[in-house]
């Protein structure tokens, strides 16, 4: 199904973009699922034969054993020469020292700074994750008007497919990595305007299509602030409380199945 051009008609028609962060690290288990995991490992082990990393292991440790032996008895070690190179002891602890620093970077060994992370400005909060951008939007005016909250959505021009629509809304008000998915829309919302202003508008409301969009690993995204006064990145049990309006949240449903 391929939506092509959009047809002049009584609606304005709205390109909106779900921006998604997806998690940077696993979730952490729960305390069920460590036990569980504990039990598998140790079954596994119990019933597995020993792969060439834990063969080696062996071998690594009758040679330090022997290492220890003729350092304690002051004889020349040139006879372990070419045996004792790295060991699997020494990749390990190699290993560990760079769990520590991705640990102390990220912060998922630690629940509570996880959760705590409350800057909702930053893309790389909430580690363990996914988050979508939500913004409040002044479509250009200057008059104070801000939005409630919502995802970025830019107005179609006659005859632009919508997901040209969509391109230019990341390309004029966002600059970062952002791939949109798919050629189709994966939901709408129709909003009808108040009275007052469906008369000015000649308009009798709006409909708003949205497309599912990825942010890149490796870069940070930057808003057209002049454009969006207020952002931030929301978790889903987050954008329930923060995004009002229970038929915009229902339009939007499917793109928070995991």
């Known amino acids: 199904m391929r939506f092509t051009h959009v047809a002049r008609s009584s609606w304005d028609i709205m390109a909106s973009v779900i921006i998604h962060r997806p998690p940077i690290v696993a979730p952490q288990m729960t305390a069920i699922e460590k036990r569980y995991a504990a039990v598998q490992s140790q079954i596994e082990k119990e019933n597995s034969l020993l792969n060439d990393y834990e063969i080696k292991s062996k071998k690594d440790q009758i040679l330090l054993e022997r290492k220890a032996k003729l350092e304690a008895a002051g004889r020349d070690l040139s006879e372990l020469e070419g045996e004792l190179e790295v060991t699997n ?7 560990q020292n760079k769990a520590t620093q991705l640990a102390k970077r990220y912060k998922f ?4 700074k996880i959760e705590g992370d409350v800057d909702e400005k930053n893309e790389k909060r909430l580690a363990d994750k996914e988050l979508v951008l939500v913004v409040k939007q002044r479509y250009g005016r200057e008059d104070g008007y801000q939005s409630p909250w919502q995802f970025p ?3 179609t021009r006659q005859g632009e497919p919508l997901r040209q629509s969509a ?3 990341v390309g004029e008000l966002l600059m970062g990595d952002v791939s949109i998915q798919g ?5 709408v919302f129709t909003l009808r305007y108040p009275k007052p202003i469906a008369d000015a508008k000649k308009k009798s409301g709006s409909k708003v299509f949205f497309y599912n ?12 602030t002049t454009e969006f006064p207020e952002y931030a990145w ?5 954008f329930v409380k923060r995004v009002p309006g229970t038929n915009y949240r ?7 199945l995991q």
Do not use: H, Y
């Open 234 to 238: 929301v978790s889903a049990e987050e």
């Open 89 to 95: 002891q020494m990749r390990e602890q190699e290993w």
């Open 250 to 256: 229902s339009a939007v449903r499917t793109s928070f």
């Open 183 to 187: 050629n189709a829309p994966i939901s």
């Open 167 to 169: 391109e230019r809304c």
């Open 213 to 224: 969009a990825i942010l890149g690993a490796k870069t940070a995204i930057k808003l057209n």
């Open 153 to 155: 959505e830019i107005s």
């Open 109 to 112: 060994d630690d629940a509570e």
